[in-house]
């Protein structure tokens, strides 16, 4: 089993900046890569971006250069450094642990982008 543990959420102006964090714990040796969904209110869960053991990086297009997600390999941890927030980036975040054949997710966290 793997546990992650999310924070960073909050409520945010249109224009501001954001940090979540996830933090793995439990039996995470065959981790292949970390990453970040999300859910918007009647919507279904979306990629956002993830990270790959070797580094690799993946965005979504709707994010792509405003959001950068990075990893610390000795805590196996990732952050999602959100720039220039919009409002349709309103959202459930979840963390993601993949390894072969399964997905963990994080509890969630909500950020809300709102004037």
């Known amino acids: 089993q793997v546990q992650l543990v999310e924070s960073g959420g909050d409520l945010v102006q249109p224009g501001e900046s954001l940090t979540l964090s996830c933090t793995a714990s439990?039996?995470?040796?065959?981790?292949?890569?970390m990453g970040w969904y999300r859910q918007a209110p009647g919507k279904a869960r979306e990629f956002v971006a993830d990270?790959?053991?070797?580094?690799?990086?993946n965005y979504a297009a709707a994010v792509q250069d405003r959001f950068t997600i990075s990893r610390d390999s000795a805590q196996i941890a990732v952050t999602l450094q959100m720039n220039s927030l919009r409002p349709e980036d309103t959202a459930v975040y979840y963390c993601?642990?993949?390894?072969?054949?399964?997905?963990?997710w994080g509890r969630g966290t909500q950020v809300t982008v709102s004037s």
């Open positions: 993601n642990f993949h390894v072969p054949g399964w997905d963990y």
């Open positions: 439990g039996k995470t040796s065959s981790f292949a890569s």
């Open positions: 990270i790959t053991k070797s580094g690799f990086t």
